[in-house]
């Protein structure tokens, strides 16, 4: 009777987040047609159906609106969302640390510098500065990001994986592109600051089709590598000496998590600038929602993460008629509030 009893409860455990998960993907879906109608032009959500199904049924001037600037913007906050939830996750749970991020590693704040350097140096080399930002900006903040990653895991190789080392690497990795960005400011003309400042605090609107398909390409790869480590991550919230009597080598499991990390981060950051607590408040909305379980958690927060981005982008283009806030500063506004609610939910739990 009591093992009946326990069954029961565990149908209805998963049956409950089974419906949180597939109310997630109904929200994504909402959010995905509010961002793609909001905007100046007279577009809406029939008009956005009819376009996505039959194109020819629109005008050139509204099929272009749709499938050349609304799409792209708005799937590309899915895919950027959920590439920082997922990052963002795993960064929690190997570092063990809830106030983990993505960018704690440093990554935002080197691909910061790599973009610096973009804007700076395109145009002292002659380039013209239009078509040479469309390729050295993406590519020197993804170097830059990357070579952030990289130090990091050298860093965990020579250090065996130690979390309190990787967590101190990659708070003075963060402060010295800080560091150095603020640098390259001080030396740049008016409008190479204004640029940077500009790329810093995210925008969504520069990407197109090509950036789209690089980052959910990224997305795609990584989270079956992310799923496979699912059981290790879940009793590792456990507590990594219950990982380690199993036989499992948790400085080896860390350095490929922080390699997954890396990469997520970098191509989230590299086209659209950093985009900061969408990595943060993500996995501990996930985490409230469907326990601690990683085989739901993981998908879950990629979930969460490309839900409040794509709010945020629906917001960022209707808060001011005829502009379009940059969605980094609306996920930094929200972010705040909505953290400390996690962390007073949480206190009250306790």
Same mark, same amino acid.
């Given at each position: 009777?009591?093992?009946?009893?326990?069954?029961?409860?565990?149908?209805?455990?998963?049956?409950?987040?089974?419906?949180?998960?597939?109310?997630?993907?109904?929200?994504?879906?909402?959010?995905?047609?509010?961002?793609?109608?909001?905007? /100046?032009?007279?577009?809406?959500?029939?008009?956005?159906?009819?376009?996505?199904?039959? /194109?020819?049924?629109?005008?050139?001037?509204?099929?272009?609106?749709?499938?050349?600037?609304?799409?792209?913007?708005?799937?590309?906050?899915?895919?950027?969302?959920?590439?920082?939830?997922?990052?963002?996750?795993?960064?929690?749970?190997?570092?063990?640390? /809830?106030?983990?991020?993505?960018?704690?590693?440093?990554?935002?704040?080197?691909?910061?510098?790599?973009?610096?350097?973009?804007?700076?140096?395109?145009?002292?080399?002659?380039?013209?500065?239009?078509?040479?930002?469309?390729?050295?900006?993406?590519?020197?903040?993804?170097?830059?990001?990357?070579?952030?990653?990289?130090?990091?895991?050298?860093?965990?190789?020579?250090?065996?994986?130690?979390?309190?080392?990787?967590?101190?690497?990659?708070?003075?990795?963060?402060?010295?592109?800080?560091?150095?960005?603020?640098?390259?400011?001080?030396?740049?003309?008016?409008?190479?600051?204004?640029?940077?400042?500009?790329?810093?605090?995210?925008?969504?609107?520069?990407?197109?089709?090509?950036?789209?398909?690089?980052?959910?390409?990224?997305?795609?790869?990584?989270?079956?590598?992310?799923?496979?480590?699912?059981?290790?991550?879940?009793?590792?919230?456990?507590?990594?000496?219950?990982?380690?009597?199993?036989?499992?080598?948790?400085?080896?499991?860390?350095?490929?998590?922080?390699?997954?990390?890396?990469?997520?981060?970098?191509?989230?950051?590299?086209?659209?600038?950093?985009?900061?607590?969408?990595?943060?408040?993500?996995?501990?909305?996930?985490?409230?929602?469907?326990?601690?379980?990683?085989?739901?958690?993981?998908?879950?927060?990629?979930?969460?993460?490309?839900?409040?981005?794509?709010?945020?982008?629906?917001?960022?283009?209707?808060?001011?008629?005829?502009?379009?806030? /940059?969605?980094?500063?609306?996920?930094?506004?929200?972010?705040?509030?909505?953290?400390?609610?996690?962390?007073?939910?949480?206190?009250?739990?306790?």
């Amino acid at each position: 009777m009591q093992s009946d009893s326990l069954q029961s409860r565990y149908r209805q455990l998963w049956l409950r987040r089974a419906t949180i998960v597939s109310g997630l993907l109904l929200a994504i879906v909402c959010s995905l047609l509010l961002d793609v109608s909001a905007g /100046p032009a007279q577009l809406g959500l029939a008009d956005v159906f009819k376009g996505i199904i039959a /194109p020819d049924s629109l005008s050139l001037r509204h099929r272009i609106i749709l499938i050349d600037v609304r799409l792209p913007d708005a799937l590309i906050a899915l895919a950027v969302g959920a590439a920082l939830g997922l990052a963002g996750i795993e960064t929690q749970t190997v570092l063990n640390n /809830p106030m983990a991020s993505p960018f704690t590693l440093g990554i935002s704040s080197f691909a910061a510098l790599g973009a610096s350097i973009a804007i700076i140096v395109v145009p002292a080399v002659g380039m013209e500065v239009g078509a040479g930002l469309v390729f050295a900006l993406p590519a020197l903040a993804l170097f830059f990001a990357l070579l952030c990653g990289g130090l990091v895991l050298i860093f965990s190789h020579l250090t065996g994986g130690a979390r309190e080392s990787i967590i101190l690497l990659g708070m003075a990795l963060f402060f010295l592109g800080n560091a150095l960005t603020a640098a390259i400011q001080y030396v740049g003309s008016a409008e190479a600051v204004q640029q940077i400042v500009f790329w810093s605090i995210g925008n969504l609107t520069k990407a197109g089709w090509t950036e789209l398909l690089i980052v959910s390409a990224c997305v795609g790869i990584i989270l079956p590598f992310s799923m496979q480590h699912v059981w290790v991550m879940t009793m590792m919230r456990a507590g990594e000496a219950q990982v380690m009597s199993l036989g499992l080598n948790v400085p080896r499991i860390r350095m490929l998590v922080i390699a997954r990390i890396s990469v997520l981060s970098a191509f989230a950051v590299c086209f659209v600038g950093a985009i900061g607590f969408v990595g943060l408040i993500g996995p501990h909305i996930a985490r409230l929602l469907l326990g601690e379980d990683h085989r739901l958690l993981v998908p879950g927060a990629a979930m969460c993460g490309a839900l409040i981005l794509s709010l945020a982008s629906f917001l960022s283009k209707i808060l001011i008629p005829g502009a379009i806030v /940059p969605v980094g500063i609306l996920t930094a506004i929200i972010g705040v509030p909505v953290f400390v609610l996690l962390v007073l939910s949480r206190r009250s739990r306790l």
